[in-house]
């Protein structure tokens, strides 16, 4: 009787085994393809590697409730998401900077116009030489290489005139011998 219970037991303890194994492979396998997903979706998330190693070791030790950790920690997009992000933002700002205004009543102008219709600001001018429209600073063509005949509207020739100044200057001359002075002491 002893006997039969022992042989019973073990019977009963080797099937008991085999479930325990079965069981215990396949949650070892959905384990480690958790904590490799884990891993390659923190890669698709984020550069940092220690951000990336670090999700694989919670849902290493934590298993199952670490691995909802991650699903509920995890950065909201991806970094291709983030890039194309990026690159829909930049478009946009793009089209906004790209969008002129007229510098005397804000009203939106278009790149032909040579005067704002609704303050007659003028915003461009004709070269001389070829007629493309150049803005009002520019004294060069940049389509013909035509130097502009200056005029009034030409208002940005002062520091070429101050650096003209300085040279037919003596101060100039006083600045030098200063600096040698102070080398020489
Ligand atoms: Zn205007
Ligand atoms: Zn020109």
């Known amino acids: 009787m002893p006997f039969n219970l022992f042989v019973d037991f073990q019977r009963l303890s080797g099937v008991l085994l085999a479930v325990v194994a079965v069981v215990a492979a396949a949650g070892t396998a959905i384990w480690i393809s958790l904590i490799i997903w ?5 890669r698709a998330r984020s550069r940092d590697v220690f951000a990336q190693v670090l999700a694989a070791l919670v849902v290493g030790f934590l298993s199952i409730p670490g691995f909802l950790v991650y699903l509920i920690l995890r950065p909201n997009e991806t970094l291709a998401e983030q890039y194309e992000r990026a690159l829909e933002e930049e478009a946009l700002l793009q089209e906004i900077e790209e969008k ?5 009543c804000g009203h939106p102008t278009k790149e032909n116009w040579r005067l704002c219709p609704h303050c007659h600001t003028k915003l461009k001018k004709p070269c001389e030489n070829c007629m493309e429209l150049l803005d009002l600073p520019w004294s060069i063509c940049p389509y013909c290489e035509h130097h502009q005949s200056e005029r009034p509207s030409a208002t940005r020739r002062a520091p070429r005139s101050e650096a ?3 040279d037919s200057l003596p101060y100039s001359d006083t600045s030098v ?3 040698d002075d102070s080398e020489q002491a």
């Open 164 to 166: 003209s100044q300085y």
């Open 100 to 104: 002129k205004v007229c510098p005397g």
């Open 177 to 179: 011998s200063f600096l």
């Open 38 to 42: 884990t891993y390659r979706d923190m």
